[in-house]
């Protein structure tokens, strides 16, 4: 088998990277000139499936395209093989969250057990899947639960959370109200850390309560049962 001298090798990179370099500056051109809305993309990434390229717009918004950029798809890519939602997982990596950067300063903390394992989850006390969530996470012991709340259901949602933060102990006012529908007395403190929380919200695209976040930075949306709790938090301290 006769090899390739290492300069013709290089030369051929070369090529394969201008080649690819323009095709995705065709992409780009051809899609900011057809659709304003495109005028800034983050990221253009082939896929495995031959022809068909990936847009990343806005952080996290995935869509394909061809490698003219004259059709464009919204939808989910699904590896029937492999029987994987590749769209699904690429989405999950890029809205994962550097769990230790998260700020627990405008949180407050509930443990269970010895508290190894880590959660973080952003609610409304309004939030009827929040109370669903929080029965289900009664049945999972050795957690330490970080609750940010972020009041953007209704008007009552800020005032129930600023009672709820302004409690001598924001936990029990939290679950007393969650699991038992007994509200949090009225209170007056300093309540910014509800500002900071909807604006890291927002930052970070957290437009759903409950929103969970987990040690390995992996981010839930929707309320999910004990079992599929228990799973995530194994998986995480895996990680």
């Not at 001298?5 to 057809?34: D, F, H, W, Y």
């Not at 068909?52 to 004259?70: C, K």
């Not at 300063?105 to 394992?117: H, L, M, P, Y």
């Not at 007393?176 to 007395?185: I, N, S």
Request: proline residues 4%; hydrophobic residues 40%.
């Amino acid at each position: 088998m006769k090899l390739l001298k290492p300069m013709v090798l290089l030369s051929l990179l070369a090529c394969s990277l201008g080649a690819a370099l323009a095709q995705e500056e065709a992409i780009r051109k051809n899609l900011a000139e057809r659709l304003p809305s495109f005028a800034s993309i983050d990221e253009v990434s082939k896929t495995p499936m031959n022809g068909l390229y990936e847009i990343r717009v806005n952080g996290s918004d995935i869509f394909y395209t061809d490698a003219e950029g004259n059709f464009l798809i919204q939808g989910n890519l699904i590896d029937t093989k492999a029987k994987r939602n590749l769209t699904e997982e690429r989405v999950v990596k890029l809205s994962a969250i550097d769990f230790a950067a998260l700020p627990f300063k405008d949180a407050f903390t509930v443990v269970r057990g010895n508290g190894k394992r880590k959660l973080a989850v952003f609610e409304d006390p309004n939030c009827g899947y929040c109370k669903r969530l929080e029965n289900d996470l009664q049945k999972v012991s050795d957690v330490t639960v970080h609750t940010f709340l972020i009041p953007i259901l209704s008007p009552d949602s800020t005032e129930k959370s600023k009672n709820i933060w302004c409690a001598k102990d924001k936990g029990k006012a939290w679950l007393d109200w969650m699991l038992r529908e007994q509200p949090a007395a009225k209170a007056s403190c300093d309540t910014a850390a509800l500002e900071r929380n909807l604006a890291f919200s927002k930052k970070h695209k957290i437009t759903g309560t409950p929103t969970l976040f987990f040690a390995d930075g992996s981010r839930v949306p929707g309320a999910i049962n004990a079992q599929q709790i228990e799973k995530l938090l194994a998986t995480a301290k895996t990680q």
